[in-house]
C-alpha cells in the first residue's frame, strides 16, 4: 500500500506520467513498464506459492488425476519391489554342477580371466585364486562368490566378475526309452513336454504313447501321460519341464504274426491291450491260400522258458468255440501247408522277431 492507495494503482499511474512526459528516454519507459507489471505480479505469485505449500487432505486428489480419470486413463500407483516379487512366479533358475562349461571374465585384470570346466567335485581353477567352489550356485551367485574371494585375498580392491556359461552339461532334462534319439538335452529357456520329444526325434515306433515325468526333487510323484491325438489332450498333457527333469517313454506291449499271413509282423496292442487270436490275424491280413491253419500254435515267454500252445484257428474261422486271448510278447504261428518238418519254438522267435515289421492294432 502507498498512501491509502494499491501499489498496482500507483505504478499505472507513474507509467501514464512518463508516457505524458516526451523528454523522458524509451529505455526509461520500457523499464517502468517492466517495474509496473512486476508489481502486478508479484502478490499472485505468493498466493500460489502459500496455496501450494498448504498440506492436502487425505481425500484431496489432484486435478491432472481427475483429468486423465475423466479421458479414460487410469493412473495406477506403482508397486514396491519386494511387493512385485510377492507375486512374481519364476521357473527354477538354472545351477552350475560339474561338467558345465564356463568363462570366468574379470573386468580390468584379464590375467585372471579364465575358462574352467567344473570339475566332479564341483569347482573351478582360477589363477592366484585356487579353487573356488561353484556348483549348486546361478552364474550370478558364482560372480559374488569369485568376487568375496578376490577381495578376500587382496588381489583386487573392487573386483567386478561376470561368468557365462557356454554350456550346461549338469542342467538338462534326461529323456529315455522309446524315442528316437534318446539322451540329455540342454534346458536353456523354457521348455514342455512336446518340445523335448521333438528334440530327441519323437516317439520311436515301439512307444506305447505313454511318458512318465519325473521332476527333479520329486522323485517319489511321478507324473504319468498319455501322447494322445486328440488336441485338447495334447495341450493338458504338454506339462513345462524344468533342469533335472526326466522324461522315460514306455515301451508298447506287442505280439508278433508269423508264417502263412499277408502282413507278418510285430503288432502293437492298444492301451488296454485285450486282443483275441482272430483280432490279430485279420490286422495281419489273414491265412494265405498257403496256409495250414489246422497246425497253428502260439510261443509264450514263461518264467520256465518256451511254452508252445494250440491254437484251433480253423475252428475259430468257421465260428466254432471262443475266441482265443493273445498276452503281449505272444508269437502266433501259421505254418504253410508245403512244410516237410516241424519248426522249433527257437527257431521261430530267432528268425521271425527281428525281421518282422511293426504294426499296430486298433
Same mark, same amino acid.
Given at each position: 500500500?502507498?498512501?491509502?492507495?494499491?501499489?498496482?494503482?500507483?505504478?499505472?499511474?507513474?507509467?501514464?506520467?512518463?508516457?505524458?512526459?516526451?523528454?523522458?528516454?524509451?529505455?526509461?519507459?520500457?523499464?517502468?513498464?517492466?517495474?509496473?507489471?512486476?508489481?502486478?505480479?508479484?502478490?499472485?505469485?505468493?498466493?500460489?506459492?502459500?496455496?501450494?505449500?498448504?498440506?492436502?487432505?487425505?481425500?484431496?486428489?489432484?486435478?491432472?488425476?481427475?483429468?486423465?480419470?475423466?479421458?479414460?486413463?487410469?493412473?495406477?500407483?506403482?508397486?514396491?519391489?519386494?511387493?512385485?516379487?510377492?507375486?512374481?512366479?519364476?521357473?527354477?533358475?538354472?545351477?552350475?554342477?560339474?561338467?558345465?562349461?564356463?568363462?570366468?571374465?574379470?573386468?580390468?585384470?584379464?590375467?585372471?580371466?579364465?575358462?574352467?570346466?567344473?570339475?566332479?567335485?564341483?569347482?573351478?581353477?582360477?589363477?592366484?585364486?585356487?579353487?573356488?567352489?561353484?556348483?549348486?550356485?546361478?552364474?550370478?551367485?558364482?560372480?559374488?562368490?569369485?568376487?568375496?574371494?578376490?577381495?578376500?585375498?587382496?588381489?583386487?580392491?573392487?573386483?567386478?566378475?561376470?561368468?557365462?556359461?557356454?554350456?550346461?552339461?549338469?542342467?538338462?532334462?534326461?529323456?529315455?526309452?522309446?524315442?528316437?534319439?534318446?539322451?540329455?538335452?540342454?534346458?536353456?529357456?523354457?521348455?514342455?513336454?512336446?518340445?523335448?520329444?521333438?528334440?530327441?526325434?519323437?516317439?520311436?515306433?515301439?512307444?506305447?504313447?505313454?511318458?512318465?515325468?519325473?521332476?527333479?526333487?520329486?522323485?517319489?510323484?511321478?507324473?504319468?501321460?498319455?501322447?494322445?491325438?486328440?488336441?485338447?489332450?495334447?495341450?493338458?498333457?504338454?506339462?513345462?519341464?524344468?533342469?533335472?527333469?526326466?522324461?522315460?517313454?514306455?515301451?508298447?506291449?506287442?505280439?508278433?504274426?508269423?508264417?502263412?499271413?499277408?502282413?507278418?509282423?510285430?503288432? %502293437?496292442?492298444? +492301451?488296454?491291450?485285450?486282443?483275441? #487270436?482272430?483280432?490279430?490275424?485279420?490286422? &495281419?491280413? *489273414?491265412?494265405?491260400? /498257403? $496256409?495250414?491253419?489246422?497246425?497253428?500254435?502260439?510261443?509264450?515267454?514263461?518264467?520256465?522258458?518256451?511254452?508252445?500252445?494250440?491254437?484251433?484257428?480253423?475252428?475259430?474261422?468257421?465260428?466254432?468255440?471262443?475266441?482265443?486271448?493273445?498276452?503281449?510278447?505272444?508269437?502266433?504261428? %501259421?505254418?504253410? +501247408?508245403?512244410?516237410?518238418?516241424? #519248426?522249433?519254438?527257437?527257431?521261430?522267435? &530267432?528268425? *521271425?522277431?527281428?525281421? /518282422? $515289421?511293426?504294426?499296430?492294432?486298433?
Amino acid at each position: 500500500m502507498h498512501g491509502g492507495k494499491p501499489a498496482c494503482a500507483v505504478a499505472i499511474h507513474g507509467l501514464k506520467c512518463c508516457a505524458v512526459m516526451q523528454s523522458i528516454p524509451n529505455v526509461l519507459l520500457r523499464h517502468c513498464l517492466r517495474l509496473a507489471l512486476l508489481f502486478c505480479v508479484l502478490p499472485f505469485n505468493q498466493n500460489v506459492i502459500a496455496q501450494s505449500d498448504t498440506p492436502q487432505s487425505p481425500g484431496h486428489h489432484d486435478s491432472r488425476i481427475a483429468l486423465s480419470q475423466e479421458s479414460g486413463t487410469i493412473s495406477v500407483p506403482s508397486i514396491a519391489p519386494a511387493e512385485k516379487g510377492a507375486s512374481e512366479t519364476t521357473s527354477p533358475a538354472l545351477v552350475l554342477g560339474p561338467g558345465d562349461e564356463l568363462e570366468v571374465t574379470v573386468y580390468g585384470a584379464p590375467d585372471l580371466s579364465t575358462h574352467a570346466r567344473v570339475s566332479a567335485d564341483g569347482n573351478i581353477s582360477m589363477p592366484l585364486v585356487g579353487y573356488i567352489h561353484v556348483a549348486g550356485l546361478s552364474s550370478s551367485e558364482a560372480e559374488g562368490t569369485i568376487e568375496s574371494q578376490l577381495l578376500k585375498e587382496n588381489i583386487l580392491n573392487a573386483p567386478q566378475v561376470s561368468v557365462y556359461v557356454k554350456d550346461y552339461t549338469s542342467s538338462g532334462i534326461s529323456v529315455a526309452g522309446e524315442v528316437t534319439r534318446p539322451g540329455f538335452y540342454s534346458a536353456l529357456g523354457p521348455h514342455r513336454l512336446f518340445d523335448i520329444l521333438q528334440m530327441s526325434g519323437g516317439l520311436s515306433e515301439r512307444a506305447s504313447g505313454a511318458v512318465t515325468v519325473t521332476h527333479r526333487g520329486d522323485e517319489n510323484n511321478p507324473v504319468r501321460l498319455e501322447v494322445s491325438q486328440n488336441p485338447a489332450e495334447m495341450a493338458h498333457n504338454n506339462i513345462e519341464l524344468h533342469p533335472g527333469d526326466t522324461v522315460f517313454v514306455a515301451k508298447a506291449a506287442m505280439v508278433y504274426v508269423l508264417g502263412e499271413v499277408n502282413k507278418p509282423g510285430g503288432y %502293437i496292442l492298444n +492301451s488296454t491291450g485285450a486282443v483275441t #487270436v482272430l483280432q490279430v490275424v485279420a490286422a &495281419a491280413g *489273414g491265412p494265405t491260400h /498257403a $496256409a495250414a491253419v489246422g497246425g497253428t500254435k502260439m510261443i509264450r515267454r514263461t518264467p520256465s522258458g518256451l511254452q508252445e500252445l494250440p491254437v484251433p484257428l480253423k475252428a475259430l474261422l468257421h465260428g466254432k468255440g471262443a475266441d482265443v486271448p493273445i498276452s503281449a510278447d505272444d508269437i502266433l504261428f %501259421i505254418p504253410s +501247408s508245403r512244410m516237410k518238418s516241424v #519248426v522249433a519254438a527257437s527257431t521261430i522267435v &530267432a528268425t *521271425g522277431t527281428a525281421t /518282422a $515289421a511293426i504294426y499296430r492294432v486298433f
